[in-house]
């Protein structure tokens, strides 16, 4: 039986009945391999070395020096370490009248730093302001300092020559092109300046109560180096608890960048939807290309039974072909989704590292199971009808209705799937969505097929022309195949509208959200009489916006009148959170690029504090509304009741908070003032004036961080383009399995009709508005249910805001009706060119 599998499996691959089926199956583990073996390589990336956003595996931060004993344990446990310690500062350079003063980060560092990434480092100020320079060997040279750019444009210096950093003299040797470990608070945005850590001392900068945050820097070696890394960590949180030290904190990345984090994880849901549709299409397209192979044999199933086989030898035969095309397709697909993760590494090369880990065995295992899961859940049905087929089926063409329990495969079959969607995504609610609302499409597009083709048989009559009652009729003629076309073909449109419009909108908010012209400057540190003169500055300087907002320094000491310990929060973000200080502001009306997602916005009523609270802070601090926020701001407590919380959108640049309080109650706390706006090149000498004629401002280049956000925007937008044709393939044959699913039928009936006297214009024009009723209903099913799930992905799952549009609708209808024409005349152009007599003996 094995070899009469073997050689049916032959011959149906020579008489092209395979073909497409292989082609559907090759697609859709292409697709999802291929993120797969990306994925994979990535999380082992960052695993080992991806945390250069702290310059480490892991940072402990301190206001004081960590215990000698903290030390001791890591190099017990086999962590290499290195010390950072970071605080403001005055640089000065020149002499006499011609002597700058400007405030500055410094930043002193240990040999060995930083444990993971490299400062770059350039002699060019051009280059280091476009954040272009090479890979520094080392940290700074005996009695040689690195700086910004911005910092030396303020000092008015050049590399070479000479600054003073308290009581010491220091050479400029580099200019700092990019630093792995710099955060994006406001003092790691101020300009820096990097020494060598065992310099320090001699500047007698560090006296007693000044700001130093110092940070031990540990990273693992070897195989193991990941796992001490984490048994330190755990050792570390245990002697932080039982010591109750309130400002002692472990970084992690979390901590870092909370613009990169909001768009790098909208990018991975989109990436996991595309993944989706690509494995729903895939289905689709499976299904009927099993569906096709059943109709096509049913004549051969029928002479085989003739000629003795029984219906187990029958089922066996068939699923041993099935299972050789199941394995050679999935494969296939692995084997090309191994190679089109190459194309995403490189769409992605300045994203990730360039030396990855190599890839392992776990996504070409799921790639292998998903080929046979969408074989087995929607190609098994269709061969257990195969083996219902009766004998007399030579001599009478009639087809019986389907066995029960080939009915109950496909259920076994939507089960399967499901677990397949929830496994691929990674994502519960993510992958509800995608198949509760294909599910849905299904029973909707259904039953308003069925309605639609009610109505069409309605008005047969209503049209006195001899081709639409061609058309009308072959449609009734047989209502399940038309359901079925104009539901696969609805399915197929809508997967790709679906993704087309929440592509379009996710570029659209991503590129708002850090648009060309974001702030790229900020000042820090204005005080109250200087406000105007700055503002107007500004404004002459040709800065079209810059909003200035009041900035307040408080730190949050209790919650409900309960205070914050040590132990109040476990979780490292929430914890660092309760323990810093925060940048609160006071304003009267929410900024333009602020949401409200609950509460209301006060209204500042006398005697009564209240909150708008960043809602990502509220979930991560456990704070819900109708809570009491209490804080100390220059040793008075100010108690502030949550009445709204807030989403902001991080990439923006702009200034953000999270948490604004009523003007009236903040009317008697000190306030300095801040400032965003865009500064274009030409403009840059506005700042380095600025920060010389107002020696207290705090003026911040943020243009590399800026344009960091760009790059990696415009990376993830190329490796989602990319994803994106994988699913293109996917509704193409879903499309072309939709339109040529009746192709046999409508060949018998086009030379039959043709031999009984119809025309071949008749036929055309009858084909032509046939295609155009069903593309058109299919096309409006496909644009209404696109527009039900892109606005329920956009609200719940990407978090951006979804606008209607009236272009879906029109292109649904049209690319619907254009794809079931030029299908429908694809498929059957041939059989209106020969003779109706040759047509009837090859269908």
Known sequence: MFLQALRMTARDWRAGQLRFLLVALIVAVAALSSAGFFIDRLRAGLNRDAHQLLGADLVVGGDQRLPQAWRDEAAKRGLVLADTAVFPSMVQAGEGDQAQSVLASLKAVSPGYPLRGRVKVTTDPAQAGDSIGTPAADIPAPGTVWLDVALLRALDAKVGDAVRLGDATFRVAQLIASEPDRGTGFMSFAPRAMLRADEL??????????????????????????????????????????????????????????????????????????????????????????????????????????????????????????????????????????????????????????????ATFGPALQGLAVGMLLLAGFALPPILQLRNVPHNRVIRREQAAPQPMALATYGLGLVAFAVLLLWQAGDPKLAGWTALGFAGAFGVFALVGWLGLAALRRLRTSVNHQAWRFAVTSLGRRPGATIVQVVSLALGLMALLVLTIVREDLMTSWRSATPPDAPNHFIINIQPDQKADIARRLREGGVAE?????????????VNGKAITATTYTEDRARGLAEREFNLSTMAAPPAQNRITAGQWYTDAPGTAEASVEEGLAKTLGLKLGDTMTFDIAGSPVAAKITSLRKLEWGSMRVNFFVVINPRAMAETPQTWITAFHLPKASVALATRLSRDYPNLTVVDVGGVLRQIQSVLDQVIQAVEFLFTFTLASGVLVLYAALMGSQDERTREAGLLRALGATRKQLSQAQLIEFVLVGGLAGLLAATGAAAMGWGLATFQFKFDWVFSPVAWLAGVAVGALCAVIGGWLGLRNVLRQPPLQTLREA
Do not use: K
């Open 201 to 358: 001392p001699a500047t007698n900068l560090v006296q007693l109560g000044s700001r130093v945050t110092y940070r031990l820097l540990a990273a693992g070696q070897g195989p193991q180096g990941r796992q001490a890394v984490e048994d330190y960590s755990a050792w570390l949180r245990a002697r932080i608890d039982a010591g109750d030290l309130r400002n002692v904190r472990i970084d992690t990345l979390e901590d870092g960048r909370p613009e990169m984090r909001a768009t790098l994880e909208r990018a991975d849901r989109f990436l996991s939807l595309v993944g989706l549709l690509s494995a729903v299409l895939a289905a689709v397209a499976v299904a009927m290309a099993a569906r096709r192979f059943m109709l096509r044999h049913l004549d051969a199933c029928a002479m085989l039974r003739c000629l003795g086989l029984t219906q187990n030898e029958v089922t066996v035969m068939y699923l041993v072909e099935f299972l050789l095309v199941g394995l050679v397709g999935s494969l296939l697909g692995v084997l090309i989704g191994f190679a089109s993760h190459y194309v995403l590494l490189e769409l992605l090369g300045r994203l990730v590292s360039a030396d990855l880990p190599p």
């Open 546 to 558: 810059a909003p200035l907002y009041p900035m307040i320094r408080g730190r949050l000491t209790a």
